[in-house]
T-cell receptor, first 110, second 114 residues
């Protein structure tokens, strides 16, 4: 069974700070997705990374896929209250099924 | 604007009741999924469907069944609800299979079984 771990589980920071959250596995994935989920809503896709070592930027968010395709990180620069939410990583195995991590709950205080 | 809707946002049922959760998507997607979300466990796949009348078990199908009679509609059925099925249930759809395709999620149904 493929498992994804995310750290930290909870993160509370002040507006303007930088942060990094991590998604780790002992399994290799064909691709990895990051979603953000706001209270009372379903997750919304932020990015998909496919190639080992790939870096993608989405405004203040930077996503990296590990060289070995087993881990990923999400870095947020100058966090804002609108970044508050649950960040989920989802790995896609070669069997095409998604495996979701437990999430990092981020709170950005004004 | 793409949309996945779920029949109820909140539902309270008694142990032993039969429960139906409905999901409708308006994007003509082939694939539909049912997950449950529990704190600290992330999303766990219950069942998915790649076509009308087709279904595949996910990681935790026990105690659940599904029905897909029309392309846009995917129903999750709890034959006899139990307290350990209290959870947030999320439906999703996607155009293709695998990780290159975005999953679009509904807002979720928070089910409480008493």
């Amino acid at each position: 069974t493929q498992l994804l771990e995310q750290s930290p589980q909870f993160l509370s920071i002040q507006e303007g700070e930088n942060l990094t959250v991590y998604c780790n596995s002992s399994s290799v994935f064909s691709s990895l997705q990051w979603y953000r989920q706001e209270p009372g809503e379903g997750p919304v896709l932020l990015v998909t990374v496919v190639t080992g070592g790939e870096v993608k930027k989405l405004k203040r968010l930077t996503f990296q896929f590990g060289d070995a395709r087993k881990d990923s990180s999400l870095h947020i620069t100058a966090a804002q209250p609108g970044d508050t939410g649950l960040y989920l990583c989802a790995g896609v195995g070669y069997g095409q099924n998604f495996v979701f991590g437990p999430g990092t709950r981020l709170s950005v205080l004004p | 604007d793409v949309k996945v809707t779920q029949s109820s946002r909140y539902l309270v049922k008694r142990t032993g009741e039969k429960v139906f959760l409905e999901c409708v998507q308006d994007m003509d997607h082939e694939n539909m999924f049912w997950y449950r979300q529990d704190p600290g466990l992330g999303l766990r796949l219950i069942y998915f469907s790649y076509d009308v009348k087709m279904k595949e078990k996910g990681d935790i199908p026990e105690g659940y069944s599904v029905s897909r009679e029309k392309k846009e509609r995917f129903s999750l059925i709890l034959e006899s609800a139990s307290t350990n099925q209290t959870s947030m249930y999320l439906c999703a759809s996607s155009f293709g299979a695998g990780g290159l395709y975005e999953q679009y999620f509904g807002p979720g149904t928070r089910l409480t079984v008493t």
